[in-house]
């Protein structure tokens, strides 16, 4: 199933190239109404199976079961899990595509203190220092204009990033300051870091680099941070160095 979710959803990330190749709007315009409705139809088309399956598997877990049995339940029930998630984040995706974003003064400092709270004590964080500094002088960070909600997952994907592709003892430094008339957020990392030539393909759906492999994941956490900071109006980049670390900043419009 994850096969099939992952060929059509790249299948559409292709469609949308050859577009921007062509230097066509109207063909643009056209895959990119496609891949939305790729997106809403996977989600419709998976969301009842994966009902099912939880359901089953539920059913199944309730009753006594031999180690062996438990263990392969286990198993399929994280696969389940993982897939379940992914369709949430494609839902995700397809939905900053149509609805209108909130426009709230979001303080910056809090949301991080959040992220960092939430992360403090995660499996992916073990043995890992976490470094969070806001800039609060000459006068504290302005807020900036949006939705929470998608702020916060943004930053947590981010964070969670950088925490699962490092190693214990190695540092994450989450940044904030003020640059004119955004504001900066910088979430950096001592990890594995990125092959220079698959850099600019990370953003993308479904790409993982292909050092982050055995490292659990959907290859949809950047292509989402992506999407959310756009529809703010931000810009989203990464600079990394294989065996060196990564470094990605978003750029918000203040308030």
Do not use: C
Request: no cysteine.
């Amino acid at each position: 199933m994850v096969a099939v979710v992952a060929a059509a959803v790249i299948a559409a990330r292709l469609a949308t190239r050859a577009a921007v190749e062509r230097a066509d709007a109207r063909a643009l315009e056209q895959a990119r109404a496609e891949r939305h409705r790729l997106l809403l139809r996977l989600d419709h088309e998976l969301k009842n199976p994966l009902t099912a399956a939880r359901v089953g598997l539920a059913n199944l877990t309730s009753l006594p079961l031999s180690d062996h049995a438990a263990e392969s339940a286990h198993g399929v029930e994280e696969q389940v899990l993982r897939m379940s998630q992914l369709v949430a984040n494609l839902r995700k995706l397809a939905e900053l595509e149509e609805r209108p974003v909130e426009r709230d003064p979001v303080a910056v400092s809090e949301l991080l203190e959040e992220v960092e709270t939430d992360l403090r004590d995660a499996p992916a964080g073990h043995g890992r220092q976490l470094v969070v500094t806001v800039s609060r002088a000459p006068w504290p960070l302005p807020p900036v204009r949006g939705d929470r909600d998608l702020l916060y997952l943004a930053l947590h994907n981010l964070a969670t990033n950088a925490l699962k592709f490092s190693d214990p003892a190695d540092t994450v430094e989450i940044r904030a300051f003020e640059n004119r008339d955004h504001v900066v957020i910088e979430v950096a990392d001592t990890g594995r870091g990125i092959p220079t030539a698959e850099q600019g393909d990370v953003w993308e759906e479904l790409a993982r680099a292909d050092n982050a492999r055995g490292v659990e994941g959907s290859g949809l956490g950047l292509s989402l941070v992506r999407s959310i900071v756009a529809v703010h109006g931000g810009h989203a980049s990464l600079t990394s160095r294989e065996g060196a670390g990564t470094l990605v900043r978003l750029e918000l419009p203040s308030a």
